[in-house]
């Protein structure tokens, strides 16, 4: 059975505090790692698609890396505009399998 | 260009009562998927519609059910309800069964008393 879990469950940081979030994973036959951002009262907002280990993606402060088993989304000096839940999830047929999500604070 | 949009937004029903939930997809979007997020976790896939039929589901009841019509727009059904149907339901859309990047509406807030 895939599953997907994410931590810490929440994290604080300073702004400009850099810090890295991990998805750990198990499926069988990974069809794509995903990450989502959701802010309170809305759905979530697509981030990035992950398909090989290896492979990384970048987004203005964002960086997301792929390993066999885990994925990390890397936050490089945060803004208190990126506290929001990060979700990461992976596919499986043709709908995906989500993780608990990742609370990040970041204070001014 | 319009995004996913559900209705209602919120949503306050007691035990046993009936509900349906809308949505219509993104502009473009052919299919139609709906999750269940409870709170502090993440969402959880009930359904997926495509061509006005259900193509995948998920491990839920038969209490909960689904419609797509043919202009792509969906309704969610749940019969019976439970306080533990208590959650946000989340509609996402996308081009096409194997299209990966889901476009998510805003959800309904279910609350059952």
């Known amino acids: 059975e895939d599953q997907v879990t994410q931590s810490p469950e929440a994290l604080r940081l300073q702004e400009g505090e850099s810090s890295s979030l991990n998805c750990s994973y198990t499926v069988s036959g990974l069809r794509g790692l995903f990450w989502y951002r959701q802010d309170p009262g809305k759905g979530p907002e697509f981030l990035f698609t992950?398909?090989?280990a290896g492979e990384e993606k970048e987004k203005e402060r964002l960086k997301a890396t792929l390993t066999k088993k885990e994925s990390f989304l890397h936050i490089t000096a945060p803004k208190p505009e990126d506290s929001a839940t990060y979700l990461c999830a992976v596919q499986h047929g043709q709908n995906f399998v989500f993780g608990p999500g990742t609370r990040l604070s970041v204070l001014p | 260009d319009a995004g996913v949009t559900q209705s209602p937004t919120h949503l306050i029903k007691t035990r046993g009562q009936q509900v349906t939930l809308r949505c219509s997809p993104k502009?473009?979007?052919?299919?139609v998927s709906w999750y269940q997020q409870a709170l502090g976790q993440g969402p959880q896939f009930i359904f997926q519609?495509?061509?006005?039929?259900?193509?995948q589901r998920g491990n839920f009841p038969d209490r909960f059910s689904g419609h797509q019509f043919p202009n792509y727009s969906s309704e969610l059904n749940v019969n019976a309800l439970l306080l533990g149907d208590s959650a946000l339901y989340l509609c996402?859309?996308?081009?096409?069964?194997?299209?990966?990047?889901?476009?998510f509406g805003s959800g309904t807030q279910l609350s059952v008393l």
């Open positions: 519609y495509y061509e006005e039929e259900e193509r």
């Open positions: 992950l398909y090989s």
């Open positions: 996402a859309s996308s081009y096409g069964t194997e299209n990966e990047k889901l476009f």
């Open positions: 502009s473009g979007h052919d299919t």
